[in-house]
């Protein structure tokens, strides 16, 4: 649930980024403060998802899943998420080639969006909080329409902060700081 009101945070973040119609473009050294707002949601999103350096802690939140798969979407989320800390910090700098990376990193987040939250793995999740007492085992029933609305609303968000990042780091303001 705190993943849920994090990213609805953030959202509601880039809103408020997307709304802001005065910038530092106009004073070439000066860093504008959307750029400054943005690293820092970066440097979260970047921090919140990033997995733990104990692969087992990961491997059993996606059992069932081959082992390989597991571990190759490991080493792909930890990978972007270190890519998306380092960019976060490089935009601070206004360096072109991090504000690349971060449109390029939310690019595969798109093309990748399925592979983030598979629904087996989010299925043996439900059920291990059942049994472990934190939800309700009222839910059982429903345990696959949970999973799907589960898996909806985490692509969604995903989605969402994705094309978030890819249009707030092309508007021409933005762009022009990294000149």
Not at 10 to 16: A, E, G, M, S
Not at 85 to 97: C, N, S, T, Y
Not at 135 to 145: A, K, Y
């Amino acid at each position: 649930m705190y993943k849920i009101l994090y990213n609805l945070i953030l959202i509601i973040l880039f809103l408020i980024l997307a709304r802001t119609s005065k910038t530092a473009a106009a004073v070439p050294h000066k860093i504008s403060k959307e750029i400054i707002i943005l690293s820092f949601i970066i440097i979260l999103y970047a921090v919140q998802g990033m997995p733990t350096l104990d692969f087992n802690a990961y491997y059993v939140r996606f059992y069932p899943a081959e082992k390989m798969l597991i571990f190759g979407r490991y080493l792909a989320s930890l990978g972007l998420r270190i890519i998306m800390l380092v960019a976060g910090i490089g935009i601070i700098f206004r360096k072109e080639i991090f504000r690349r990376i971060i449109i390029g990193s939310a690019c595969f987040n798109l093309a990748t969006i399925f592979w983030k939250h598979p629904p087996a793995a989010v299925k043996r999740f439900i059920l291990l909080k059942i049994n472990e007492g934190v939800l309700p085992l009222e839910l059982l029933p429903r345990i696959n329409q949970l999973t799907r609305m589960y898996v909806t609303v985490y692509a969604l968000l995903d989605i969402i902060v994705a094309l978030f990042l890819i249009y707030l780091l092309t508007r021409l303001r933005i762009r022009e700081q990294f000149r």
